[in-house]
């Protein structure tokens, strides 16, 4: 290779030498691998221009003071991804935090992982914050999928909380028709849905370091045509982790469609419940009770029982909202009425 020539090879930077002294690139191979993935990208994609106007005998001059114009914005972003991790810390009320030094070494040296979390492990919320004691983060974002916007909302919510960030800064989100996301974001909370829309325009995930694919064991659509095509994209993202959680037992499929991938089970916490079956009151004219009015009938029973807190499951937004604005105008006014 001759002076003044930048080699790759499959895209990778190989060596680059030059004598113009605007463009340092003795050590670029060095520089290029603290970069984020997508700048690191960008960069390699103006080393091989330049090496071609070079074989044709162009001038490569205006290239090379534009590669080191990105390449010093791309540095001053890198450094300024790595400043942003905040200090972590772990609720020592949640049973995962009992596992986070286990958790983070298979993060580092395993490229899939399956976390087998019962319900209130803290799965969800303490997962994106391991990772960044993993050392992830640092090359690119990460991404946490949810299957319900409501979820992806208040999770973004809590992990930004416990982190003593706004949200919307180092820990955003992003669902269909809403997003509170910035330039210093770092981790990132969104539906399956939307994580699917981005391959459209970012085939290989570049912009991504780490993935969770949170409540697998639902196995809708989404999650099933994600996890069959990040299967095919690990082999080609060796740096790329993918931690999958699932609420149940039944991981055989996980780890089997992934080569066999470490499992890690964390307990949860459980309360006493105690369960009443209340028949449904068919009305006069009707012969039948809405769900708003049965919703109404449990609570005030509920509340009559003594202090305490309800929580109420429903099928979905609509029925969350109908029954916000019911519960609004029967229950005392000194109760709270949060819509989840």
Not at 46 to 73: C, N, P, V, W, Y
Not at 198 to 218: G, K, P, S, V
């Amino acid at each position: 290779m001759e002076e003044g020539e930048c080699g790759l090879n499959d895209g990778t930077l190989t060596r680059a030498v030059s004598t113009d002294s605007r463009l340092n690139i003795d050590n670029l191979t060095g520089r290029l691998s603290n970069l984020l993935l997508v700048d690191r990208r960008s960069i390699e994609s103006g080393l091989r221009r330049i090496r071609q106007h070079e074989k044709f005998g162009k001038s490569t001059d205006r290239d090379k003071a534009k590669l080191r114009q990105q390449l010093t914005a791309a540095e001053a972003r890198s450094r300024q991804q790595r400043e942003n991790v905040p200090s972590l810390r772990y609720p020592t009320s949640l049973p995962i935090s009992e596992r986070v030094d286990e958790i983070v070494d298979l993060v580092r040296t395993r490229q899939v992982v399956v976390i087998c979390g019962e319900t209130g492990s803290g799965k969800s919320t303490q997962l994106p914050k391991i990772c960044l004691a993993a050392g992830r983060g640092r090359l690119g974002n990460i991404v946490h999928t949810q299957p319900r916007r409501i979820a992806a909302r208040s999770i973004a919510a809590r992990v930004a909380s416990e982190l003593n960030v706004g949200l919307g800064g180092i820990v955003g989100y992003r669902v269909r028709f809403d997003q509170k996301l910035s330039k210093e974001t770092i981790v990132k909370v969104m539906t399956d849905g939307m994580l699917l829309a981005e391959i459209e325009t970012d085939r290989q995930l570049l912009q991504y370091d780490t993935i969770i694919i949170d409540e697998a064991h639902e196995r809708s659509l989404n999650i099933d045509l994600l996890l069959g095509y990040l299967k095919n994209l690990l082999p080609q993202r060796p740096e790329l982790r993918l931690l999958i959680t699932s609420a149940t037992l039944e991981i055989e499929k996980f780890t089997r469609h992934f080569s066999d991938a470490p499992v890690l089970e964390v307990s949860g916490r459980t309360y006493p419940v105690e369960v009443r079956y209340r028949p449904v009151e068919a009305d006069e004219v009707s012969n039948e009770e809405s769900e708003t009015e049965a919703v109404l009938r449990g609570v005030q029973e509920a509340l009559e029982d003594g202090p305490g807190d309800v929580l109420v499951f429903l099928p979905g937004e609509r029925e969350i909202r109908e029954s916000e604005e019911v519960l609004l105008n029967w229950i005392p006014s000194d109760i709270d009425v949060l819509p989840l």
